[in-house]
């Protein structure tokens, strides 16, 4: 499975940014699909997962209600909207699949994306 991740750039606080990202070469609907965030100079942080038939969805504690995951299927597509940006959220975003659920959030992936970088400025 192949992911581009696309959508980051520059923001001011407040906005919404939207990202996509895009699978390819794999039976997408079996995987679990995961958004994760690296700030710089920190580890990789869970942000966002939907299960397979996007039926579920489960949010790190701090960006619920702000973050909002979503796929569709058909296009062989995952989407991270984000709301009300801070600065704090300024980081490289990667996407994820996996054919596990429970542990998606640990950063259990069995394929990552390339990243694209949100920058949220004050």
């Known amino acids: 499975v192949q992911l581009q991740a696309s959508g980051g750039g520059l923001v001011q606080a407040g906005d919404s940014l939207k990202l996509v990202c895009a699978a390819s070469?794999?039976?997408?609907?079996?995987?679990?699909m995961a958004w994760f965030r690296q700030p710089s100079g920190k580890e990789r942080e869970f942000v966002a997962s939907?299960?397979?038939?996007?039926?579920?969805?489960a949010y790190s504690d701090s960006l619920k209600g702000r973050f909002t995951i979503s796929r569709d299927n058909a296009k062989n597509t995952v989407f991270l909207q984000m709301s009300s940006l801070k600065p704090e959220d300024t980081a490289i975003y990667y996407c994820?699949?996996?054919?596990?659920?429970?542990?998606?959030?640990?950063?259990?992936?069995?394929?990552w994306g390339q990243g694209t970088q949100v920058t949220v400025s004050s």
């Open positions: 939907i299960t397979g038939r996007g039926d579920g969805t």
């Open positions: 070469g794999g039976a997408f609907r079996s995987y679990h």
């Open positions: 994820g699949a996996a054919l596990k659920l429970y542990t998606i959030h640990t950063g259990s992936i069995d394929y």
